[in-house]
């Protein structure tokens, strides 16, 4: 009874770290504005539009591994807690990194002692490369294309980094990392059209 819990202390902290910063507006640039709007867009019609605005406008903070203790009939010493924070893109990571911290100094007994972090990029929406591929798609598909932020990373990120306009498109199923993932030859059709047209249609945008 006189035992400190290690995994209960480490999960209030998470928990401080969530209620501090997780319904916090984020700042974000004026550029940006048009992306979140097509993005929540885009996700209303899973997610409804309210959850969909807090994914783009407030940070995530997802508690996604807690280990601690080793047997159930007694109190943990230690325990390690792994928390994805993710931001839109072109936030400020450093800055929500070192406030996280200074939020945690005060929790007693806990310790950062590694995070891995970068800032999110993007394709302003109008430049060449997303028109392109918006009309370009559109045109394809007869669907409306969503210039949208991504929800998670991927390599367009390194491409960016490195000045080359990248942007992630593809048409495919709504079975996307589920199980039983799965394409369809139409779908297929549709990606080989959409990108032998594109170098054509760039270049138009460029030229425009």
């Known amino acids: 009874m006189l035992g400190e819990n290690a995994i209960d202390r480490l999960y209030g902290a998470v928990e401080r770290?969530?209620?501090?910063?997780?319904?916090?507006?984020?700042?974000?640039?004026?550029?940006l504005r048009?992306?979140?709007?097509?993005?929540?867009?885009?996700?209303?019609?899973?997610m409804g539009a309210d959850v969909a605005t807090e994914l783009f406008e407030t940070p995530t903070v997802n508690l996604g591994v807690l280990e601690g203790g080793h047997?159930?009939?007694s109190v943990p010493t230690q325990a390690t807690a792994r928390v994805d924070v993710r931001l839109t893109a072109g936030v400020d990571?450093?800055?929500?990194?070192?406030?996280i911290r200074?939020?945690?100094a005060d929790c007693e007994g806990i310790t950062i002692e590694d995070a891995d972090w970068s800032v999110g990029t993007y394709e302003p929406i109008d430049s060449p490369l997303p028109t392109a591929v918006a009309e370009t798609a559109g045109a394809?598909?007869?669907e409306r294309i969503y210039r949208r932020s991504a929800t998670g990373?991927?390599?367009?990120?390194?491409?960016?980094?490195?000045?080359?306009?990248?942007?992630?498109?593809?048409?495919?199923t709504d079975t996307v990392h589920g199980v039983d993932e799965y394409t369809t030859v139409g779908a297929l059709v549709a990606?080989?059209?959409?990108?032998?047209?594109?170098?054509?249609?760039?270049?138009?945008?460029?030229a425009g």
């Open 17 to 31: 770290i969530r209620t501090q910063f997780g319904d916090e507006p984020l700042a974000l640039r004026p550029e």
């Open 34 to 46: 048009p992306i979140v709007e097509e993005s929540v867009a885009y996700y209303e019609g899973t």
């Open 71 to 73: 047997s159930i009939n």
């Open 93 to 99: 990571t450093s800055d929500l990194l070192a406030r």
């Open 102 to 104: 200074d939020c945690v």
């Open 140 to 142: 394809v598909t007869g």
């Open 153 to 172: 990373g991927g390599d367009a990120k390194t491409f960016r980094n490195a000045g080359i306009p990248t942007v992630e498109f593809g048409v495919g």
């Open 191 to 206: 990606n080989a059209t959409v990108y032998a047209r594109l170098p054509e249609a760039f270049a138009t945008a460029l």
